[in-house]
């Protein structure tokens, strides 16, 4: 998930949890007023009646007609039942219907003189009065249709104005912060253009000092440091292999003389054929690090040709062939392969030919038998070459080292190496988007598979 939708979401959650928790107390603090407001007009009520009680007469001759006449102030559906002090029902507001009530609730009365209950349906609020020295208990009921209809249209907005605050948070919160980190993604994007050809690319600086420009100040420091010490990297390497190639080569043509000369004695003639093996060596990993100067993956693709990748290795192996005269190459093609299967692919001819070079090579110095099978196999999506020799095979805990640089086996401790074949190989062959894998399923069986995508 980007830093830009994390931040809209973080935001949005806690804004909704915020929003949430208000919205809640209001419906409660609401919900606690609507109470307090209705209990507060059953008093009303109920001082009223006891008001009518003290000034009447004759109590239940005028009870009818005072309500009657007062039907205005009553609450909605309001029953009211007036009790004397023996608890016997003296006056009811209910008509045609019979009439129950409570005994437990005028009980309850004796102990706490008024009652308020919410919990049923009609809500009851009941008070002991005591009217020109008798006691009377008054029961008053009625819906609070009106504050309940107040309360649920308030949840309806809350519910609504939560819902729609989410949405409207959500869209600014995504919407702010792509403004804001906008910035960054340039940022980001002229980053990833920098490869290892564009070191002295400098990033544009706004005039604000925010974290932003601060960053991409910093950036530029650290590119241009970057950018001296590859250069003098590539440089030296450069000119180091240019430099070396002219006395290598010197020294190769000289030993050839020497060995074309015949009064050398069997160890003489052994000590020079050793000593141009290794001039050979040192003149393929030199051409191989003048080569690699030039390229990285960025900028390869752009003078890829059309290669055979037979031909690569026909190549590779006449090249090895002047250093080890007695290897053989066994090539084939797997009958598994496309009948009409061209064997090419993009890439440089020259890069390639090194890695087959080393391969080879590589097979010539650890084969028991100087015998080497390439098996070359095609289908539609890729093509696979598998180098195979016979000879001692490399223990597993060293096979996650294979390809890193300077990294020998044991079965290499009394042969003459620099360590840095393999990972020749295996960069070049990622510049080509290629991957190697060294097996050996069999004992003495050394297997290398190269698969290139078509």
Do not use: C
């Not at 490869?195 to 420091?221: G, R, Y």
């Not at 100087?370 to 805990?397: A, M, W, Y």
């Amino acid at each position: 998930m980007s830093l830009k939708r994390k931040i809209a979401l973080t935001l949005s959650i806690s804004f909704s949890i915020l929003v949430g928790i208000v919205m809640v107390i209001i419906y409660i603090l609401f919900n606690d007023f609507r109470r307090e407001e209705f209990k507060e007009r059953f008093v009303q009520r109920l001082e009223f009646t006891s008001h009518f009680i003290l000034r009447s007469k004759d109590f239940e001759e005028e009870a009818p007609i005072f309500f009657n006449e007062n039907s205005d102030n009553i609450l909605l559906n309001e029953k009211i039942l007036i009790f004397n002090e023996n608890k016997e029902l003296i006056y009811s507001t209910i008509k045609d219907q019979k009439v129950t009530w409570d005994s437990k609730l005028l009980d309850e009365l004796d102990r706490k003189k008024s009652v308020f209950t919410e919990k049923t349906f009609p809500e009851i609020y009941a008070a002991k009065r005591n009217i020109n020295g008798e006691n009377y208990y008054i029961l008053t009921s009625a819906y609070d249709t009106n504050g309940k209809s107040k309360l649920a249209y308030l949840k309806y907005l809350l519910i609504t104005a939560y819902i729609t605050s989410i949405l409207l948070i959500g869209f600014f919160s995504y919407y702010f912060m792509g403004k804001f980190l906008h910035p960054l993604e340039q940022l980001n994007q002229e980053v990833s253009e920098i490869t290892a050809h564009k070191l002295n690319t400098q990033i544009p600086v706004k005039d604000s000092k925010d974290e932003i420009s601060i960053l991409a100040q910093s950036f530029n420091t650290m590119i241009i440091r970057l950018n001296d010490i590859f250069q003098s990297q590539k440089d030296f390497t450069a000119s180091a292999s240019h430099e070396i190639r002219t006395p290598i080569t010197r020294m190769a043509f000289q030993i050839e003389n020497l060995i074309k000369l015949e009064d050398h004695s069997p160890t003489t003639l052994s000590a020079l054929q050793q000593m141009l093996k290794d001039v050979y060596v040192l003149s393929d990993l030199t051409n191989s690090l003048l080569l690699l100067t030039k390229f990285d993956k960025e900028n390869i693709q752009s003078i890829y040709e059309e290669v055979r990748i037979d031909e690569v290795v026909f190549e590779s192996f006449d090249r090895v062939k002047k250093s080890f005269l007695n290897l053989k190459m066994n090539f084939n093609i797997a009958e598994t392969s496309l009948e009409d299967a061209l064997l090419t692919i993009k890439g440089v001819q020259s890069l390639l030919i090194i890695v087959f070079i080393n391969l080879l090579k590589n097979a010539a110095i650890y084969s028991e038998t100087e015998e080497v099978n390439v098996l070359l196999t095609e289908d539609e999506n890729v093509i696979v070459i598998d180098v195979v020799s016979l000879g001692q095979t490399i223990p597993e805990k060293e096979q996650p080292k294979l390809f890193e640089a300077f990294t020998r086996g044991n079965n290499s401790q009394n042969i003459s190496g620099s360590g840095l074949g393999l990972r020749i190989v295996k960069r070049i062959l990622e510049y080509h988007g290629a991957k190697i894998i060294y097996t050996s399923y069999k004992n003495n069986t050394n297997t290398f598979s190269i698969t290139f995508n078509k």
